[in-house]
């Protein structure tokens, strides 16, 4: 029997209450001022979404594995669907708590575009090439902030890049409270840490209530998703095997429940917070995800073995093409040809001077997985053929 919790009587009438009152921040920071200028049709965070929505990346979301790669299965969650799940529920508990869902929506949108093909594998893989070859660290959330900052100028809002580099779902927090922001300069000191510190990552924190609400969606929208795909691949045989906690084990309870407790616990506050048996479920539930789908010989070690070489190997190709300057390589004839049409209206160094290293990860980066797979047969046209799971298996 599934239970869903609601909103308290006092708080829905405080909610009621405020709604007409209410004010909503709506000035954004960006790095060229005199551009992007708000206007009634088209407001500050509007601008960010609609740039996020149109960048040529965003459409790769949709071939970018969450957890299952090699599947043929259209009902297995893609990037392109989960970071929608996010907007959607973060966007119900801004709106509730009066926050700006504009932001928000940008925030969300744009948070997992530096993400790799095959999920954390892929990035996993990318980061000890790209460690290998310059001792620096790869991580997603800041290749996002890479691809919408400094492959496309996009001249972001402060706010939206601040949100998207510290989205990180992996480290989970009872209570948010968003740090000052100091301007671009900090902010880009902040990003080099991520590249030179291998645990900055961890420690960082949004800059405004908007992103601290994106942060603890990203989980919220992963974790009984996940499990809904675990049955349909047949890793698991139903989310009966998970704990039935506070928060419910199912992705709809799980989705109503944690926005429930969300709101309850932080509404008129300068932060975001969970009570502390409801933050314990949601840590309870993503060891016991850790536990059954993530760590499986399926996803962590069969998806692993077969994508650790071919990352190692096109890696090394690409970077061989690249310093020996083969223009007939995909690294000039697709990746370049692509980032050249969207940089020619930008000032400022060519794309072409940017460390070669930085180049060959921008590029494998923003490949889908199909892609990734295609590229590699071009490659190595005698490398044993990837296996996908049929529809009918």
Not at 1 to 16: G, H
Not at 237 to 259: H, K, P, Q, V, Y
């Amino acid at each position: 029997m599934l239970k869903y919790n609601s909103l308290s009587e006092e708080i829905q009438e405080r909610i009621k209450q405020d709604i007409a009152d209410r004010h909503i921040f709506d000035e954004a920071f960006r790095r060229d001022m005199a551009h992007d200028m708000p206007n009634l049709w088209r407001p500050a965070f509007v601008r960010d979404v609609e740039k996020i929505l149109h960048s040529p990346y965003y459409n790769r979301y949709s071939d970018k594995t969450q957890v299952f790669s090699f599947y043929k299965n259209d009902d297995i969650s893609r990037r392109a669907l989960h970071v929608q799940l996010v907007s959607r529920i973060a966007r119900n508990i801004g709106r509730l708590l009066g926050l700006n869902i504009d932001l928000i929506e940008a925030i969300a949108l744009g948070h997992d575009m530096g993400h790799t093909p095959f999920g954390h594998a892929g990035e996993k893989y990318l980061n000890m090439m790209y460690h290998t070859n310059t001792g620096r660290y790869f991580n997603h959330n800041v290749h996002s902030v890479r691809v919408l900052d400094k492959i496309f100028h996009y001249n972001l809002s402060l706010q939206t890049l601040d949100g998207i580099l510290c989205h990180n779902g992996e480290f989970e927090m009872q209570e948010y409270r968003p740090r000052p922001m100091d301007g671009f300069e900090a902010f880009d000191a902040m990003v080099e840490s991520c590249y030179t510190e291998k645990e900055a990552v961890s420690h960082l924190i949004p800059c405004t209530l908007e992103g601290c609400v994106v942060r603890v969606c990203d989980m919220i929208a992963y974790v009984g998703k996940d499990r809904q795909d675990a049955v349909r691949t047949h890793l698991i045989e139903s989310d009966d095997i998970f704990e039935d906690n506070a928060m419910g084990r199912n992705n709809a309870a799980i989705i109503n429940n944690l926005i429930v407790n969300i709101v309850e616990n932080s509404y008129g506050k300068d932060y975001i917070m969970m009570d502390d048996e409801y933050f314990q479920s949601l840590k309870k539930a993503k060891a016991d995800n850790y536990k059954y789908i993530y760590d499986s010989e399926l996803v962590a070690q069969k998806i692993g073995k077969i994508i650790e070489p071919m990352f190692e190997r096109i890696y090394t190709k690409l970077l061989s093409d690249l310093k020996e300057g083969r223009k007939d390589s995909p690294i000039y004839t697709h990746h370049f040809k692509l980032i050249n049409e969207w940089r020619r209206f930008y000032k400022g160094e060519a794309y072409e001077d940017m460390p070669a290293n930085d180049i060959v990860v921008d590029y494998i980066a923003g490949m889908t997985d199909d892609y990734f797979v295609d590229l590699y047969a071009h490659f190595f046209p005698k490398a044993e053929k990837i296996k996908y799971i049929s529809y009918f298996d």
